[in-house]
Nanobody, 119 residues
Framework: QVQLVESGGGLVQPGGSLRLSCAAS????????MGWYRQAPGKQRELVAA???????NLYDSVKGRFTISRDNAKNTVYLQMNSLKPEDTAVYYC?????????????WGKGTLVTVSS
């Protein structure tokens, strides 16, 4: 059974920092691209950051210079370090694991962790 469990969300003041973690089980973690998505109230889910199985990273423009994505294959965990947080970063953050095979794509999601940026 595949599980992605996010942690680290919470309430933080503008300008503050949080580190989200996503622990994966039931998959060969090192073979999966991992991503962080977020969904704010009334908005569509959007990709925030992604990291390939070999460690190449990609960040959404609005978080470049503030967020960093990393992975620890020994711990089956992906991280999202969020600095200089803004109220518009408020959202539920979801972890995604994706493996694109020759004939199919495997996609798994966590249940999300809420990040609230407010004074």
């Amino acid at each position: 059974q595949v599980q992605l469990v996010e942690s680290g969300g919470g309430l933080v003041q503008p300008g503050g920092s949080l580190r989200l973690s996503c622990a994966a089980s039931g998959i060969t973690f090192s073979l999966y691209a991992m991503g962080w998505y977020r969904q704010a109230p009334g908005k569509q889910r959007e990709l925030v950051a992604a990291i390939t199985s070999i460690g190449t990273t990609n960040l959404y423009d609005s978080v470049k210079g503030r967020f960093t994505i990393s992975r620890d294959n020994a711990k089956n965990t992906v991280y999202l370090q969020m600095n200089s947080l803004k109220p518009e970063d408020t959202a539920v953050y979801y972890c995604n694991a994706r493996h694109i095979g020759s004939y199919s794509t495997l996609d798994y999601w966590g249940k999300g962790t809420l990040v609230t940026v407010s004074s």
